[in-house]
């Protein structure tokens, strides 16, 4: 069954786009608490990553990096509540479908830490 949202176009289908958007950070952030932990996390190092001493491209790429974090623990986060949807019994897929979310956020998290160590190192 397709959507019946999919037909929609220009306007109507940004204003349903935000929309969907900003649901989705409400379930995260309800529902999630690396989400939640990693939205305080870029709460203080994005402003912190503004008022270091790094030219702008630096700063960009601390910035990027910690919205990289967010960007990948939600589609981690709609990736687990998929698999949870479909059912809660263990199975090796479901486990493997996870784990690999999992990994994506922690590959993140070392790209965050790699890439502020290095523009800091620059400066």
Request: glycine share 6%; no cysteine; net charge positive.
């Amino acid at each position: 069954m397709e959507s019946p949202y999919k037909g929609k176009t220009g306007l109507r289908r940004l204003i349903n786009a935000f929309g969907y958007s900003l649901a989705g950070f409400r379930a995260a952030y309800k529902h999630e608490d690396a989400f939640r932990q990693e939205v305080l996390l870029a709460a203080i190092l994005i402003p912190l990553a503004i008022f270091l001493p790094a030219n702008l491209i630096g700063k960009a790429l601390m910035v990027g990096s910690v919205l990289l974090v967010i960007i990948v623990e939600l589609i981690n986060s709609g990736i687990e509540a998929t698999v949870d949807r479909i059912s809660l019994d263990s199975h090796d897929l479901a486990k493997r479908a996870k784990d690999i979310g999992s990994a994506a956020v922690l590959v993140s998290l070392i790209n965050a830490v790699v890439v502020w160590a290095l523009v800091l190192m620059a400066s």
